[in-house]
């Protein structure tokens, strides 16, 4: 496998790191902003949260806060620890260690994973293996890298399609695997966290199942640069043509990206630019709205939808990552005139419209992980106030009780019942991270996993 030296990735995939250097990080409009007091602010509205997680669903899941009770995604007596798992590197973070320590208490005592259920290999990687592996690599307790190892071991006949493609599912105790039908997100998101676990075991079976993987889909590509919406991993052929940056292929362009900067992996440097040039050329639009990127055949490149929602917000954090800032200043103008046009983001919206498609809010965090990168790299305080503005609308509009809630619809507030796991893996974490002074977590010697599990370079 070949390799470049980490210099040579910095000059190859992130120019806008070198280019850009360090600088001041106070202004008069940072000051005027009150950073220190927002971070406060978003600490104790996560503190709030884990509390009320503790109280009402605590050994479960996830906490549904409006009825005050649990939700275990795999049924009674099944849980996974979800919560406790993705939250634990937050709490850290955050200074919250007499909860951080209640969290990893819960889970070396209770987490087991010879379990008898078919799990989504996507969610249990980037939620428990990635939740795992930055635990350890944050507090060096060695049992929690034994659990990710257990783990890690328990998915890897996922692997067992004739293509290398993982199934969808997989039996934890048994290790039989179901769903051929996946996509190029579930496939190609796994090799940080099962490289990592490969790097920090010392077992190289991790890498190279999860490279394989990610590397059959980029090989599967059209003519034209660009990946479908759905494959089957026993035949290798797309059963969906539908190419965009949204669900079900966002993180593979994500995790191209993150594989070249972590490991210094020279295919995943090659694989990730010619990927985003395609989707550059094929999917980028220029609408009266703003800028964007829509749907298009994969083979024809003929637009297919003008759609464009919360989880396609984590694009101007690949692109600023990738080195491309004017895009990704550009992206992240349009993600917010999304936010902004009911007070919080919608599923999806049709740019050309600018009509909401589908009105849930799921208390999703990609458009902070991008205010977060960019502000990392260019000190702009108007990514401070995009923050700010993210802040509030939570706090207005998805406020249950002491935690927060999911919305059925934007433009009423409707509410939901759910506080995902991710919500304090990510969404809290990244608006804290923004505000943060920049030595809570050196930006530049971790890579976060898309659960937004920040996960160190291992050489």
Known sequence: MRRLPPIAIALVLVPAVVALGPKKESGPAEAALDRKGLAARVREETLSAWRAYEADAWGHDELKPVSKTAKDWYGA???????????????????????????????????SFDRDIFVKNFEITIRLLGGLLSGYQMTGDERLLRLADDLGTRLLPVFGSPTGMPYVYVNLKTGKTKDPKSNPAEIGTLILEFGTLSKLTGKPVYFEKAKKALAAVYERHSKIGLVGEEIDVETGQWTNRASHIGGAIDSYYEYLVKCAVLFGDADCVNMSRESIKGVNERLAEEAPSGFWYGQADMETGVRTASEFGALHAFFPAVLALSGDLPRAKRLQDSCFKMWNLHGIEPEVLDYRTMKVVSPGYQLRPEIMESAYYLYRYTKDPRYLEMGRTFLEGLEKHCRAGSAFTTLKDVTTKEKGDLMPSYFLAETMKYLYLLFAPEQTLDFRSVVFNTEAHPLRRVR
């Open 77 to 111: 007596g099944q849980s996974l620890l979800m919560t406790p798992v993705d939250s634990l590197d937050t709490l850290l973070l955050m200074g919250l260690n007499e909860q951080a320590e209640r969290a990893k208490s819960v889970i070396l005592e209770k987490l």
